[in-house]
């Protein structure tokens, strides 16, 4: 780039030399939030001039910064519960804002941990942090769930439970690690649907944005969860 080029020049360039953070620095939260950004900035700016987008990006950047903080605070522990003590063992990947058809075309506001068993009702759900019981019951999309919102505010969403811890309620208050029910396959379909797809937790993370509830990336906060 020439050194007399225009700010709005560099702004271009800025943009344009934006790299993704690698693995390594998921410990940090600037650095997720750059990693959520790009997806981000792929699916809402793609069809906008980039040196708007980047103009708008570091505003953003800034809400989603503040974002992380707040949820990484809270949180404490893995969302399912196993020692491996019977070679048991949960998997997931990075499928956040991934396509899914079911209900209608949309995209994918979470993490699937998947089971080494299969087992429904085998593997428990953990609360990943303290807060309170804000919704259960059924939804179509995601079975029996459980949602809890953490003391700053971010919004934990446990689906496809086979079953309830006993005795919780919407209200009650939880702490990190307490046993929320256990893991089922459950959803896509009227109440008390199973057996759809294979058991899993779907796992999903919202925060408020300015007013806006945002689904965040769980990925790299699980695997900073499981270190
Ligand atoms: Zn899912």
Wanted: aromatic fraction near 14%; charge should be negative; proline fraction near 3%.
């Amino acid at each position: 780039m020439a050194a007399n080029s225009t700010p709005l020049e560099q702004n271009l360039e800025d943009f344009r030399s934006f790299e993704l953070p690698t693995e390594e620095e998921n410990d940090n939260y600037r650095k997720l939030a750059l990693r959520q950004l790009y997806y981000e900035q792929r699916r809402t700016f793609r069809k906008v001039p980039c040196f708007f987008a980047w103009q708008l990006d570091k505003e953003i950047l800034a809400g989603w910064e503040d974002a992380y903080a707040t949820v990484l605070s809270d949180l404490k522990c893995f969302p399912v519960g196993y020692d491996g003590t019977y070679g048991e063992t949960v998997s997931y990947e990075n499928s956040w804002n991934l396509a899914r058809n079911y209900g209608g075309n949309r995209r994918h506001e979470g993490v699937d941990l998947m089971t080494s068993n299969n087992k429904p009702g085998y593997f428990p759900a953990v609360s990943i942090c303290d807060g309170t019981i804000e919704k259960m019951g059924w939804l179509e999309l995601g079975g029996y769930r459980i949602g809890i919102r953490s003391t700053h505010g971010a919004y934990l969403y446990y689906a496809h439970l086979d079953s309830y811890r006993k005795g919780l309620a919407i209200g009650d208050m939880v702490k990190a690690g307490d046993i929320l029910g256990y893991l089922g396959n459950t959803g896509y379909g009227k109440e008390g649907t199973k057996g759809k797809f294979d058991v899993h937790l779907h796992f999903g993370i919202y925060v408020d944005i300015e007013g806006k509830e945002v689904s965040v990336n769980p990925y790299y906060i699980l695997k900073w969860l499981e270190q």
